[in-house]
Structure formats: structure tokens, C-alpha cells
């Protein structure tokens, strides 16, 4: 699982479960002649709205930070989820419209109690974010941004942070240096008398005006194999530094981190390093 995947929507879904669950303890209804101090006094009400909700937040989050997506009856989680939040919601609605419904042979002295207002607030906010967080860009960014690299680094070199995150290391060779060769001259120097003149390294250049870079994605991107196959061969998880090796017009050829290349169609909104 990758927490770097979530995205700000997923915030907003995580935080209106919390609300939910919260408002599941407090009173449901307020008046005389009722004897439901809260949500989990009533089956059928706590099961519905208030888990209900709960459960589809936790199958949101699950399918966005899980780096395959996963079915259950056909659907995949992240719909499943989407599904219970919208159920919660309606049942939170009809709730309030009749909170009386259960005591109408009471009369009309059951009043809506603080757990079912703050509790349908919870509901709607739960729904309209697991709906809206697809199509609205501003929910769509990550909810942990990925963290800037100190400097990128050349094509084909490990960065000594770990695959993605380049950072300061030890000391590197001369150039033109062979490691493990004491002596060598540094950049600029002349060699000492008696010691073989090391020859000098060129340096590759990339084709045309294109320099090899770090970059990460704003939300989960798929890399499609290099000779056109539509089936995505792995995902680029926000958080995560990928090295960009060749750009093929308006794409990318990026490496992942177990060294697979791919092509990067979806190029918008990347951050470079």
C-alpha cells in the first residue's frame, strides 16, 4: 500500500468518517418518550447510515492505495465504497425528513436529536466528495505531496537516498576517475610526473535538446509498454521519483524503479525534480 497515492479527496472522505463515527454517539433523538440515547441503540439506523459510511470511506481509501485495484462481485472497491456512501447519505436524509417515524403513536414530542444533524452533515460531505473527487482537479492533487529532490541526477546513476529520492552522498569521483584507482588526477589537474596520463571520458549527450530527469506524478498515472500494447505493465504512484529517460513527442519514456521502461502518455500536471 502506498499512502502517497491518496489524494485530497480522500482526505475530505476520511475526515467525514471520523465525523460519522463520532456522531453515532451522540443522542439521536431529543423529547419526551425517547429512550434512544444514541445511534447504536437502534440496529437497523447505526448499520445503515453510520457503518455504512464508515465502510465505504474504508474501501475508498483501500482501492486508492492499493497499486492494483481489487473486485468484489464484480465491482471494484473504490466503486463499492463510493456506492455505501451514497446509501448512508440517503438514509441519513429520510431519516431527518421523519425522525418520528418509529414513535408516531407517541405524538409529537420526538425532536431530532444533535447525532442525526451532525450525523446527515457527515453523510453528505462523506458522499459529495467520494463522487466529486474523479472529476474536480483541486481534489485530484496528492494529500502528501512528494518531497523535492536536492539536485537531479544524470541518466543511468542511483541516487544515494534510495530509487526515487536523490540526495547529498559521498564524495564522487573525478571525472574521468576509475573508482577504486588511487592517484588519479582531478578535473583540470595535470598528472604527476611517472603516472600514466588517465584518458578522459566523454560524456554522453542525450538525443537532440531532451536531458534525461526526475519527475513525479499528481496522482496515479499507468506505463504502457514501449512497443505500443494498450495493457499498462505498472503504475506511477504520486510520492515516488521516477526517472524520465527519453520523450517521444507530447509521452515519456520513464524507468521505474525496479528498472522496467515504459511510456508515460499522460504527462499533465507532473512535478520535475
Not at 445503515?48 to 483501500?62: D, N, P, T
Not at 536536492?150 to 573525478?174: I, M, V
Not at 529517460?245 to 508515460?264: F, H, K, S
Amino acid at each position: 500500500m502506498n499512502i502517497r497515492s491518496l489524494t485530497r479527496g480522500d482526505g475530505v472522505v476520511i475526515g467525514a468518517a471520523v465525523l460519522l463515527f463520532i456522531a453515532s454517539f451522540l443522542a439521536t433523538y431529543d423529547g419526551e418518550g425517547s429512550d434512544i440515547p444514541n445511534a447504536w441503540d437502534d440496529l437497523g439506523l447505526v448499520m445503515s447510515m453510520y457503518v455504512g459510511g464508515i465502510i465505504g470511506a474504508v474501501l475508498i481509501v483501500l482501492a486508492r492505495a492499493m497499486p492494483q485495484p481489487r473486485k468484489v462481485a464484480g465491482l471494484d472497491l473504490g466503486q463499492l465504497g463510493v456506492a455505501l456512501t451514497v446509501f448512508s447519505a440517503w438514509t441519513a436524509f429520510w431519516t431527518i425528513i421523519d425522525p418520528a417515524g418509529p414513535f408516531d403513536e407517541l405524538g409529537s414530542g420526538i425532536e431530532v436529536g444533535s447525532g442525526l444533524v451532525l450525523g446527515l452533515i457527515a453523510a453528505l460531505l462523506l458522499a459529495v466528495a467520494a463522487l466529486a473527487t474523479p472529476l474536480v482537479p483541486a481534489l485530484k492533487g496528492a494529500l502528501v505531496p512528494a518531497p523535492r529532490p536536492a539536485a537531479p541526477q544524470p541518466y543511468g546513476a542511483q541516487p544515494q537516498g534510495g530509487y526515487g529520492y536523490p540526495g547529498a552522498g559521498a564524495p564522487q569521483q573525478p571525472y574521468g576517475a576509475q573508482p577504486g584507482q588511487p592517484g588519479q588526477p582531478s578535473f583540470g589537474g595535470q598528472p604527476q610526473p611517472g603516472q600514466p596520463q588517465a584518458p578522459q571520458a566523454q560524456q554522453p549527450q542525450p538525443a537532440g535538446d531532451f536531458s534525461p530527469f526526475w519527475f513525479a506524478v499528481p496522482v496515479p498515472r499507468p506505463l504502457f509498454a514501449e512497443d505500443g500494447s494498450p495493457t499498462p505493465i505498472a503504475e506511477l504512484a504520486p510520492g515516488t521519483w521516477y526517472l524520465a529517460v527519453e520523450q517521444r513527442g507530447a509521452n515519456l519514456v520513464a524507468q521505474t524503479q525496479d528498472g522496467r521502461r515504459g511510456v508515460l502518455q499522460d504527462t499533465s500536471g507532473i512535478q520535475r525534480g
